[in-house]
């Protein structure tokens, strides 16, 4: 018989530290502060001692220099590569945005709404995005761009945006309307549009806000200009090239009758298109309702049991390298055998 192994004896574990009486009533009185000896065991004696004197810091960190907040920057001068597309050419949309202020799906909201008022209203609006801060070129001004580029527009107005500051914004009309609106009718439409602006925090909205309510006041002086007939001359040009549309497709329609040969081929392959596709509908409508009777057949007997071999029943094919059109037997080699 081996040794017997005789247990080790049980390590003795030390006992969890406990609350003494003292420290329990300078707990209950405020005079100890749980983790004070960790944390800040210094600075909490002289919190208790009643000193007022002040801590002074070491020369190191008084020497450290203070970091002030860096304020954004928001550029004031337009980039030479876009005074071109803002000063020098056309617009070819009612939105002009070449610094791209805007991303792709809100150019395209702006651009439908602008679209959208121009169908619906005598006035056409375009309207110039610039950035918060930016400041229009020397010689360049809003008047001279409606003076080279839109002086052959009528019931036109421009406008010139600031993104994130619509008070800085600038209203302008086309030749044709500048002496019918007298400046205090301008600014009574920008007051609106900016006020309606400021409702928003958020440069988006506060251009969507804008160029709705300027539109809204462009309606109602539409609607007071017509009262007035000075809209009429235009609307009576619209009239008539509405006419002269109308009458180049009839006498378009008249040449096309007068051609007689032309007609009738038209005639012809119309009246050929008709009819192929009547039949096809009919030989669908007959094909849909057709239906098929099988009569019963009468098979032989096998083995004592029915058997329909009239009917070409195969109940499986016992060769599978060869194709089935050679497998015409109605039953397996194992009952052919037998």
């Known amino acids: 018989m081996g040794q017997e192994a005789t ?3 049980a390590k003795e574990v030390s006992e969890l530290p406990q609350w003494k009486a003292e420290d329990w009533e300078m707990l209950k009185t405020g005079e ?4 004070s000896t960790i944390f800040g065991g210094i600075a909490l004696e002289r919190l208790l001692s009643g ?27 337009i980039s030479e ?6 000063f020098h050419h056309a617009p070819k949309a009612f939105l002009v945005d070449p610094q791209d202020l805007l991303t792709d799906q809100q150019k395209q909201e702006r651009e ?59 209203l302008a009309f086309s030749e044709d309307l500048s002496g019918e609106i007298h400046l205090g009718n301008m600014r009574d439409l920008m007051k609106l549009s ?45 009239g ?18 007068e051609n007689s040969e032309a007609f009738l081929a038209v005639v012809v392959l119309v009246s050929l298109a008709f009819s192929v596709g009547l039949l096809v509908f009919l030989r669908y409508l007959v094909n849909r309702n057709r239906a098929f009777v099988f009569p019963d057949a009468q098979g032989s007997s096998l083995l004592g049991a029915p058997h329909a071999p009239g009917v070409g029943s195969v109940i499986s094919y016992h060769n599978r390298t060869q194709p089935p059109s050679l497998q015409r037997n109605n039953y397996p080699d194992y009952l052919q055998r037998m």
Do not use: C
């Open 194 to 238: 900016i006020e309606e602006a400021m409702e928003s925090e958020e440069s988006l909205a506060q251009l969507e806000f804008f160029s709705g309510q300027l539109a809204r006041s462009l309606s109602g002086l539409e609607k007071k200009l017509k009262e007035d007939g000075v809209l009429d001359t235009r609307l009576r040009g619209t």
């Open 32 to 35: 100890l502060i749980p983790g």
């Open 112 to 170: 439908k709404f602008l679209n959208d008022h121009a169908n619906d209203s005598g006035f056409d609006l375009y309207v110039y995005l610039f950035d918060t801060k930016q400041e229009i070129p020397v010689g360049e001004s809003l008047q001279g761009v409606v003076l080279d580029h839109f002086a052959d527009k009528e019931s036109t107005a421009v406008v010139f945006y600031f993104m994130g500051d619509p008070q800085r914004s600038e």
């Open 240 to 257: 008539e090239k509405e006419e002269e549309k109308l009458g180049s497709l009839a006498s378009l329609w008249h040449d096309f009758r």
């Open 7 to 9: 247990p080790e004896p």
């Open 81 to 86: 590569k876009f005074l071109s597309r803002y």
């Open 51 to 77: 000193d007022q004197e002040p801590i002074e810091l070491e020369p190191a960190v008084r020497e450290i220099p203070e970091k002030k907040p860096v304020g954004e920057e928001w550029p004031t001068k």
